[in-house]
C-alpha cells in the first residue's frame, strides 16, 4: 500500500538557520505530493504541492522538488523564523477512485528559537 | 481557499455519551469529504470517506456503529461518536473536496477544517 516516511524530529533551530525535513514515499502510478503544516491548536493548511515528476512546489519561502527517482519530495527552507515554528506534514494523493484519500507522513515538529 | 468549518472546535463529554460533530463548507459544495482522526503528536489516520447522498466507506479497523457518518448536503457531514469512551478522545479533522463544475473524478481541491478536539471523561 501507499506510505510516506519522514524524518523524525522534532527538529530545533535558531532564526535564520537553514531547514530540511525529508519525506520519501511508496505508491503505486503516479501521485500528487503535498507539504501540509499545523500550527499549535489548528488544522491543517496546505503549504505547497506537485503533481508530477519534476515539479517544485513553492510558498513562502519553502520549497521542495517532486523527485521520481528517489521517490523524495524534501521541504526546504533558507532562512527559518520563529513563525514558522509548527508541525510538518507530508503527504501523498493517488487517484482513480480513491481521489482524495491523502496518505500521511508521521509528522515533524519544528520549534526554532530567536 | 475556500473554507471549510467545524464545529465545536472543542468538547468534552461523560463516558456514554453521543458527541455530533458537523463539517461544513462554506463557499464551495462538497460532494466528497474526509474524517481524519489524529492522536497526541502522531500522523492523521484516514477514518472514512463521506459522499453526499450515499453511505460512508470507512477504512478498515473502523467501526462503523461507533463512528455515525452522515453527509446529508452538499455543505454538511456529520460525525457522530456514539457511546464515547474516553479512549476516543482525539482530535477529529475533516477535509473536502472542492469539484469544479466541469470537473471529473480525479479534479477538486481538498480544504482542512480546523478540526474538533474530543475529550471524554
Known amino acids: 500500500g501507499d506510505s510516506v516516511t519522514q524524518m523524525e524530529g522534532p527538529v530545533t533551530l535558531s532564526e535564520e538557520a537553514f531547514l530540511t525535513i525529508n519525506c520519501t514515499y511508496t505508491?503505486?502510478?503516479?501521485?500528487?505530493l503535498f507539504w501540509y503544516v499545523q500550527y499549535p491548536g489548528e488544522g491543517l493548511q496546505l503549504l505547497l504541492k506537485?503533481?508530477?515528476?519534476?515539479d517544485k512546489g513553492s510558498n513562502k519561502g519553502f520549497e521542495a522538488t517532486y523527485r521520481k527517482e528517489t521517490t523524495s519530495f524534501h521541504l526546504e527552507k533558507g532562512s527559518v523564523q520563529v513563525s514558522d515554528s509548527a508541525v510538518y506534514f507530508c503527504?501523498?494523493?493517488?487517484?482513480?477512485?480513491?481521489?482524495?484519500?491523502?496518505?500521511f507522513g508521521q509528522g515533524t515538529i519544528l520549534t526554532v528559537h530567536p | 481557499g475556500a473554507v471549510v468549518s467545524q464545529h465545536p472546535s472543542w468538547v468534552i463529554c461523560k463516558s456514554g455519551t453521543s458527541v455530533k460533530i458537523e463539517c461544513r463548507s462554506l463557499?464551495?459544495?462538497?460532494?466528497?469529504m474526509f474524517w481524519y482522526r489524529q492522536f497526541p503528536k502522531q500522523s492523521l489516520m484516514l477514518m472514512a470517506t463521506?459522499?453526499?447522498?450515499?453511505?460512508?466507506?470507512?477504512e478498515q479497523g473502523v467501526e462503523k456503529d461507533k463512528f455515525l457518518i452522515n453527509h446529508a448536503s452538499l455543505t454538511l457531514s456529520t460525525l457522530t461518536v456514539t457511546s464515547a469512551h474516553p479512549e476516543d478522545s482525539s482530535f477529529y479533522i475533516c477535509?473536502?473536496?472542492?469539484?469544479?463544475?466541469?470537473?471529473?473524478?480525479?479534479?477538486?481541491?481538498?480544504?482542512f477544517g480546523e478540526g474538533s478536539r474530543l475529550t471524554v471523561l
Open positions: 477535509s473536502a473536496r472542492d469539484t469544479p463544475p466541469s470537473g471529473g473524478l480525479n479534479t477538486g481541491e481538498l480544504f
Open positions: 505508491a503505486t502510478g503516479y501521485p500528487s
Open positions: 506537485a503533481t508530477k515528476a519534476d
Open positions: 503527504a501523498l494523493r493517488t487517484g482513480g477512485t480513491s481521489y482524495g484519500k491523502l496518505t
Open positions: 463557499d464551495f459544495q462538497a460532494t466528497t
Open positions: 463521506s459522499n453526499e447522498g450515499s453511505k460512508a466507506t470507512y
